[in-house]
């Protein structure tokens, strides 16, 4: 089950906003092969903004998770694509529906 997770919040630079887009759009196989996140979101929230919500079983594959990929958000890429620092919570996971297994 799920209990912990990371609400990201971005904001693109207007002339970045497709790189923005891209970058989120290549990111799933990469979440994916890694295989700490149970759930993983890319979502548009406005012309210019941006989020991520990812959700993982214990702390440990969160923890994991932000390790391999924290500086994809928060390094000097970061800066070039994103109008201000993204925004990052960490979440507990209070309730969830997902698909039967």
């Known amino acids: 089950m799920l ?3 990371f ?3 971005v904001e693109a630079k207007p002339d ?3 790189e ?5 759009k290549s990111a ?6 890694e295989g ?16 991520i919500f990812d959700a993982f079983a214990d702390e440990a594959g969160r923890d994991a998770h932000w390790e391999a990929n924290g ?12 109008a201000e620092s993204a925004a990052i919570e960490r ?3 209070v309730a969830a529906m997902l698909p039967a297994e």
């Open 91 to 93: 979440v507990d996971v």
């Open 36 to 51: 700490q996140a149970v759930v993983w979101f890319g979502l548009r929230l406005g012309p210019t903004t941006f989020a």
């Open 28 to 33: 799933v196989d990469h979440v994916r092969a």
């Open 16 to 18: 970045r906003v497709a």
């Open 3 to 5: 209990s912990v997770g």
């Open 71 to 82: 500086a994809t958000l928060t390094g000097p890429a970061a800066a070039e694509l994103f």
């Open 20 to 24: 923005v887009e891209a970058m989120l």
């Open 7 to 9: 609400l990201i919040r």
